[in-house]
């Protein structure tokens, strides 16, 4: 009797050893599987943010073996980098000035413009401005008046592009706060440090803290235009390219113009 009841004992622990062991072994194939995710790293404009945000939770559902990193910036930023040999697979930019920079340097393989933008000058929500013409920013109701660097946003360059053509760039540096891309113009507008600022109508969408006080006219500066390009160190082109072609599909379309971006 007793022997068979510490034969019992005996395999119940063989039993739980064993059990413990293939749990084990299970645990470590899946942690050793998610290490085996390829990372492509997408350096793109800090416009893109929010919808590049939803449309990667949508690509890793299809491509599971696939983890998007993103690397928001100015897309001028973003070019340096990538031409001192920062690692990247897909640069999305906010202008074409960029791409093609990096496109003459043999730095970037296929690419295509996918989205079109509008410039727009905003102001905080509570401010009784009303704007018709971008000259009136030279009025003593504006104090601080916010862009993006020309040299590396390109919502800075058309801005400047803009103020030039109505011969007021000169007349506003004194009044000028240069943003180091076009989220900070956003929240310098938000928060009251500038009493209106230049940025994409993308970005005027996503907050409620200001208003769209003029759409600026696209005659007065150069097409905003998106192009993104997989970059030709790249070292998961075929995966980088998997994310190039899904964002050109109708699936991530429809989520940029949600957003209201504008199809070329």
């Known amino acids: 009797m007793l022997k068979r009841y510490l034969l019992g004992i005996l395999t119940i622990v063989l039993f739980v050893v064993l059990a413990v ?5 299970s645990s470590n194939g899946n942690v050793e599987a998610a290490s085996k995710k390829t990372e492509i790293i ?9 919808s590049l945000d939803k449309i990667a939770v949508q690509f890793e559902k299809q491509h599971p073996d696939i983890d998007l990193v993103f690397n928001y910036g100015a897309s001028g930023t973003l070019q340096k980098q990538i031409e001192q040999g920062a690692p990247a697979d897909i640069f999305f930019s906010a202008g074409e000035k960029q791409m093609n ?15 079109k933008n509008q410039l727009v000058i905003v102001v905080p929500y509570d401010s009784k401005v009303k704007l018709t013409s971008i000259t ?18 390109p ?37 009251g440090n500038a009493d209106a600022g230049f940025i994409y109508k993308t970005d005027a969408l996503t907050s409620k803290k200001m208003r769209i006080a003029l759409t600026v006219g696209d005659l007065v500066h150069q097409a905003i235009h998106y192009p993104a390009g997989i970059v ?5 082109k075929s995966e980088a390219k998997d994310f190039y ?18 199809l070329p």
Not at 232 to 236: I, Q
């Open 136 to 153: 009136q920013l030279t009025d003593k109701a504006f104090k601080k008046v916010a862009v993006g660097q020309p040299e590396s946003v």
């Open 232 to 236: 030709k160190d790249s070292e998961h």
């Open 101 to 115: 920079a990096l496109v003459d340097s043999d730095l970037i393989t296929d690419h295509k413009v996918l989205l």
């Open 155 to 191: 919502a800075g360059q058309y801005a400047q592009q803009s103020l030039t053509a109505k011969k007021v760039w000169d007349t506003l540096q004194s009044k000028l706060v240069f943003a180091k891309d076009v989220r900070q113009v956003l929240t310098y507008v938000e928060t």
């Open 21 to 25: 062991g293939l749990s084990s072994t």
């Open 42 to 50: 997408v350096s793109a404009a800090a416009s893109l943010q929010d």
């Open 245 to 262: 072609n899904f964002l050109q599909s109708k699936e991530a379309d429809d989520i940029f113009t949600s957003y209201g971006f504008l």
